[in-house]
């Protein structure tokens, strides 16, 4: 899934369980950095393949880079965000422009661990479980149309939850 929306249903459900905990910019940001994988090599070799980044190492490697690197970029995206917002839109759209290190730290690691998994189900070179266990045991486990509608499902929840939560404060 070369940076679907998909991927950031499951995003916006985890970040919504604990907002101060889980930036869900990392976890966007780790989920396209890591997509950089199949892009570069399908304009490389015409072959949108998972070898190295989608295993768990790679996810690592691609989390930390998140983390360490993209938490600055993820700020200054969310004051340019808040900059955008009407008087009307703050209380409901406005985001907190500081990410803790944790927290930039937990929403990229969830990320990246959910997209090789996510992406487990659909690629068969996908290798979530490297190097414990070798090749994809669960390519197809789970159907196209439900994986998609449970990412859907779980943006929605997350996106309500993450409402409520305003109305409570
Ligand atoms: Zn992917």
Redesign the pocket.
């Known amino acids: ?2 940076i679907t929306p998909f991927h950031f249903g499951p995003g916006a459900l985890l970040t919504s369980v604990a907002p101060a905990h889980v930036s869900w910019t990392a976890f966007a940001l780790s989920n396209a950095l ?2 950089l ?2 892009i570069v090599l399908y304009f490389v070799t015409g072959d949108p393949a ?1 070898p190295w980044l ?1 295993t768990p190492p790679g996810a690592l490697a691609v989390a930390a880079v998140a983390a360490l690197l993209g938490r600055k970029p993820c700020e200054a995206f969310l004051r340019w965000w808040n900059s955008r917002l009407s008087p009307g839109q703050v209380p409901w759209l406005s985001a907190g422009p500081a990410i803790t290190a944790g927290a930039a730290w937990t929403g990229a690691l969830l990320g990246t661990s959910s ?1 090789i998994l996510l ?1 487990g189900f659909m690629h068969g070179d996908v290798r979530p479980f490297w190097p414990l266990h070798e090749g994809n045991p669960i390519q197809g486990l789970v159907a196209l149309d439900w994986l998609h509608g449970s990412c859907v499902f779980a943006g929605l929840l997350g996106v309500a939850i993450l409402t409520l939560r305003r109305r409570q404060a």
């Open positions: 899934m070369p890591i997509d994988e199949p998972h989608h997209h992406d």
